[in-house]
Every structure is written in C-alpha cells, then in structure tokens.
T-cell receptor
Framework: SQKIEQNSEALNIQEGKTATLTCNYT??????LQWYRQDPGRGPVFLLL?????KEKRKERLKVTFDTTLKQSLFHITASQPADSATYLC???????????FGKGTRLSVIA | DAGVTQSPTHLIKTRGQQVTLRCSPK?????VSWYQQALGQGPQFIFQ???????QRGNFPDRFSGHQFPNYSSELNVNALLLGDSALYLC??????????????FGPGTRLTVL
C-alpha cells in the first residue's frame, strides 16, 4: 500500500541555519506534492506545490525539491527564524487528482 | 474576504451520542473536504462534497456522513460516537472539484472529545 514517511517527528535547529525536512513515499508515483505548515491547534496552511516535472520550487526563504527517482521531496527553510517553529506536513495525492494523503509531519523548533 | 470557518470550536460528547459539525467554505469555493486529525498524526481524508453530493470518500465507516447545502456550506455528522473518534476535525475548501489537485484551504478545526 502507499506510504508517506517524514524523516523525523521533531527537528531542532539554531536560528539562522537552514532546516531540511524529508518526505519519502513508497509504492506509487504522485504527479505532484504539496507542503503545508500547521501551528498547534490550528488548521494546516498551504506553502508550496511541486509537480513531477519540476525539480525545484522556491518561495521567499522556502525551497522544495522533488526527486521522482528517489521518491523523495526535500523542504528547506533558509535563514530559519523562531517564527518558523511549527509542524510541516507533506501531502501527495493518493492517485491522480484524488484527495491528499498527509504524512505525520515534522515538528520544527528554531532556537534563538 | 472570510476564510474557512468552522463551528463549534470545541465539543465534548459521551460514547454513543451523535454530533454535527459545521463548515462554511472560503468565498468563491464550491468544494468542501473533511479531515480527521488524531493527536500526533497528519490529517486523514474523510470525504469530499461538490454540487451537494459526496464525490470521494476515505476509509471511514458509515457512522460518518455529511451534507452540502446550496450555499456550499457543509455538515459532518458522526453517529454512535466512540472514544477513538476524539480528534481535531478539519474542513477544507477549494475552488473546484478535482480532489487534491487544488490547494486546500483549511479552517481552524473543531476539537471533539468523546468521554
């Protein structure tokens, strides 16, 4: 069955450094993948969408890569700030344009 | 421009009871999806409504049902509540049917506690 794994439950990083979060998927090949941010007790907020024919996507300090050979997406936050502390979720569709399947998320803590 | 709104914010029920959660989509959106998020887990897709019909459904029992109204707002109903139904219930809207291809705009959620 399809499986989505995010590299770790929690990641602590020093302010100013680059945070790198990993999302691996198995047993299928999604046409795109979305990344969301979720703060405690709140709904997820969309950040970026990357399609299978795009190697990289950027938005301000955020960068997402999509390696269909490795079946992996990497999410980078450069010059991280304490305000970036949140849980980050990756979400490819189950298949085609079906609804998203969310990973468990990685809780990022940026320490000042 | 109001985003997705949900009510109530919090709810406490006992086992066996029934609950109704409500959602108003973002202005201009006609598709509503519901998700269940247990503590420490990612959101799990329950079902999606478009043109007042259930279009897609996740792996949830029939105790979970829904409705969409002509103004695109939606309700999620859960019957015969179990302790395991305790979770954050999220509503998300998008501008057209097509599943997850569209960006999902999430509401703040309803925290349901079943005792």
């Amino acid at each position: 069955s399809q499986k989505i794994e995010q590299n770790s439950e929690a990641l602590n990083i020093q302010e100013g450094k680059t945070a790198t979060l990993t999302c691996n998927y198995t047993n299928y090949s999604p046409a795109y993948l979305q990344w969301y941010r979720q703060d405690p007790g709140r709904g997820p907020v969309f950040l970026l969408l990357i399609r299978e024919n795009e190697k990289e996507k950027r938005k301000e300090r955020l960068k997402v890569t999509f390696d269909t050979t490795l079946k992996q997406s990497l999410f980078h936050i450069t010059a991280s700030q304490p305000a970036d502390s949140a849980t980050y979720l990756c979400a490819p569709p189950e298949s085609g344009n079906t609804p998203l399947v969310f990973g468990k998320g990685t809780r990022l803590s940026v320490i000042a | 421009d109001a985003g997705v709104t949900q009510s109530p914010t919090h709810l406490i029920k006992t086992r066996g009871q029934q609950v109704t959660l409500r959602c108003s989509p973002k202005s201009g959106h006609d598709t509503v999806s519901w998700y269940q998020q247990a503590l420490g887990q990612g959101p799990q897709f329950i079902f999606q409504y478009y043109e007042e019909e259930e279009r897609q459904r996740g792996n949830f029992p029939d105790r979970f049902s829904g409705h969409q109204f002509p103004n695109y707002s939606s309700e999620l109903n859960v019957n015969a509540l179990l302790l395991g139904d305790s979770a954050l219930y999220l509503c998300a809207s998008s501008p057209r049917a097509g599943g997850g291809a569209d960006t999902q705009y999430f509401g703040p959620g309803t925290r349901l506690t079943v005792l």
